[in-house]
């Protein structure tokens, strides 16, 4: 158990934080309440969900494992959270990188183990 201030929180022994932070909110009932504004526009966390599932499938198919890195070199946006939620959805790390850095920053990241 993990003490905040008044509030007890029951932490589970495997956490998942795309079920914790989304797939929980929709199993309260909050599908269609707002997750993200993102440039005026409202995404549910149903919108959230469907982008999650669809990111992970992606990495799943790219053949990404659970452990395995992903590294996220996208910009702040609902697409960069989607795959951040959805490398972690199917088990994997996600980290992230600017989209401004040179390839040689890229590949420096690509060979840390």
Known sequence: MVK????????????????????SNIAKGRG????????????TYNDLCRLIDKAGNVLKGLGVEPENRVLLILQDSPEWLANWFGTMKIG???????????????????ELV
């Open 4 to 23: 905040g201030i008044d509030i007890e929180y029951d932490v589970p022994e495997n956490l998942n934080l795309t079920s914790y932070l989304v797939e």
């Open 32 to 43: 269609n309440k707002p997750a993200v504004y993102y440039q005026n526009e409202a995404y």
């Open 92 to 110: 994997g790390v996600g980290t992230h990188a600017y989209t401004y850095l040179r390839a040689k920053d890229y590949r420096d990241f690509l």
